[in-house]
């Protein structure tokens, strides 16, 4: 399964993209919001630092607008790094509409905001290159997220859909675990829950006692 790393924070990109784990990025307004940085700045060092896809939100609502808005995205991309950008875009009719446009175009798109299998059978079809079905969300209101994406993957497996499927809106390292076993070809997974990934405390414990007993070696 690739990781993505689900931030805007370039110093959390760069750290991780050096444990060399980092197979492409998503970010939403509310992840570059949150970085505190302007999306020009995040842009402009993001695709240097890590070579797979890319996802930049779009914010217009009409399909129109948001073919304009994802052109004028790539135009903003230096043509080495252009066949990284994916163009996320909401799920509804307008959507479905921008990602034919875009398909055809040949600008990668990610459909967010999926809840339903049948939202992500119909990005697919529209010709989407990824899907984000939000798990984490649907846990919140009581529904069981990853039963979505065993849904996803089934029909996708059934009619060899090339679309890929991110789980996104993960919480914790046992949603990552959910994901790879039900065989989705992506996690989009925020940094904390990356490094909570990598940590045991019997890891630090046999650690701190190799390095005691080093001590104790004659050299
Ligand atoms: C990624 O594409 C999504 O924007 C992100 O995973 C949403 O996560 P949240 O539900 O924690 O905001």
Redesign the pocket.
């Known amino acids: 399964m690739k990781i993505f790393v689900?931030t805007a924070d370039l110093d959390e990109i760069r750290e991780l993209a050096s444990w060399g784990i980092v197979d492409g990025v998503?970010?939403?307004p509310?992840?570059v919001a949150r970085s505190g940085r302007s999306f020009k700045e995040i842009i402009d060092e993001i695709f240097d630092i890590v070579d797979g896809p890319i996802?930049l939100?779009v914010v217009s609502e009409k399909a129109e607008d948001m073919v304009k808005e994802a052109e004028s995205l790539v135009s903003k991309i230096s043509e080495k790094h252009r066949k990284n950008i994916a163009i996320?875009i909401p799920i509804n009719p307008e959507g479905l509409k921008a990602v034919k446009v875009l398909s055809k175009k040949g600008i990668q798109t990610?459909v967010?905001l999926i809840f339903s299998a049948n939202q992500a059978l119909l990005a697919a079809k529209a010709g989407a290159t990824f899907v984000?079905p939000?798990i984490?969300?649907l846990d919140d209101i009581g529904q069981e997220g990853m039963q979505i994406v065993e849904e996803i993957m089934e029909m996708f497996i059934n009619y060899d859909i090339e679309t890929e499927v991110?789980v996104?809106?993960?919480?914790h390292p046992i949603h990552v675990i959910d994901a790879a076993r039900i065989g989705a070809d992506i996690a989009?997974i925020?940094p904390g829950i990356i490094r909570k990934m990598v940590k045991h405390s019997l890891t630090d414990v046999g650690i701190e006692k190799f390095l005691k007993d080093w001590k104790k070696v004659k050299k």
């Open positions: 689900d998503t970010t939403n509310t992840l996802s939100e996320k990610n967010t984000s939000f984490g969300r991110i996104a809106s993960i919480r989009t925020p």
